[in-house]
């Protein structure tokens, strides 16, 4: 069954570096997104994108974070100067329609 | 307004029994409420979901009740299994408008053999 791929599952950084979290969506899925799960809570939307453009993003996603898909296949968070409460799971989904999403196994950031 | 209540935040099964798990919501504009599965290490899993236009829906050992009145919804698991013990997550989005997805809080649901 094909799944969503996000690499790295673990990453650690020091606060202010730029990271940059990886996805494969399913392919032929034409809407893609972020969410981030901080410890402990609930799951939090931060972006969607589609036909090549932001189509929405919460008010958790600042100018310091961007996404890009730059060959067709992947789909990337980039948070450019990482804070301490950036610290959480972020996961990428995508979705043939709007609605029936399906989630990768997420990649836990860490920000000492 | 965008907050979907989830409750109970933890819950204990025998094998056997019938977990329930239940989400309110006060954005009347929601009209799509899916239930997502989660197992430790993965993402969220579509378990099952449903629409304000019926006030039931089954599928296998799983079923949604909607209270359109109420603004409530729940997840109704017969006969839990060990396998079921996992975090469930209610959501709600509305079509044609916002397309993100408001989760609860979630309810980790141990099932004891």
């Known amino acids: 069954e094909p799944e969503v791929t996000q690499t790295p599952s673990h990453q650690v950084t020091q606060m202010g570096q730029e990271v940059i979290l990886r996805c494969v969506p399913i392919?032929?899925?034409?809407?893609f997104y972020w969410y981030r799960q901080i410890l402990g809570q609930k799951v939090e939307f931060l972006v969607s994108?589609?036909?090549?453009?932001?189509?929405?993003k919460s008010e958790i996603f600042d100018d310091q974070f961007s996404v890009e898909r730059p060959d067709g296949s992947n789909f990337t968070l980039k948070i450019r100067s990482t804070k301490l409460e950036d610290s959480a799971m972020y996961f990428c989904?995508?979705?043939?329609?709007?609605?029936?999403?399906?989630f990768g196994s997420g990649t836990q950031l860490s920000v000492l | 307004q965008q907050q979907v209540k989830q409750s109970p935040q933890s819950l204990i099964v025998q094998k056997g029994g019938i977990s329930i798990i239940n989400c309110a919501y006060e954005n009347t504009a929601f009209d799509y409420f899916p239930w997502y599965q989660q197992f430790p290490g993965k993402g969220p899993a579509l378990l099952i979901a449903i629409r304000p236009d019926v006030s039931e829906k089954k599928e296998g050992r799983f079923t949604i009740s909607f209270n359109k009145s109420a603004k409530q919804f729940s997840l109704h698991i017969m006969d839990s299994q060990p396998g079921d013990s996992a975090t469930y997550f209610c959501a709600a989005s509305m079509e044609g408008g916002s397309e993100k997805l408001v989760f609860g809080k979630g309810t980790k649901l141990t099932v004891n053999p």
């Open positions: 994108f589609y036909n090549n453009e932001i189509s929405e």
């Open positions: 392919s032929n899925h034409l809407y």
């Open positions: 989904a995508s979705s043939p329609f709007r609605e029936k999403l399906f």
